[in-house]
């Protein structure tokens, strides 16, 4: 079985996604793909709707944080984003 990325499972735990870790390792869901992810891919891996709009916000959440700091390297580098 895959072994998830650390931050990766940190990231969803913290947005009280943590049930979502191992079918996120299992389909080779880097912390680095969020961003790419869509409602689609998410409703495809199984994931709740309400869930969806949660992972959503968060991600884009990610991207934006990236923006501001300018940062154009893969999202890994931004750990400490909250969306409470």
Known sequence: ?????TDLAEWL???GLGQYVETFAEN????SVLPDLTEDDLKKLG???GHRKKLLRAIEALTAAGQ????TTAVSNVTEVSTH
């Open 1 to 5: 079985m895959a072994r998830p990325t």
């Open 47 to 49: 994931v709740s709707l």
């Open 13 to 15: 735990g913290r947005h």
């Open 68 to 71: 501001r700091t300018g940062t």
């Open 28 to 31: 080779k869901i880097e912390y």
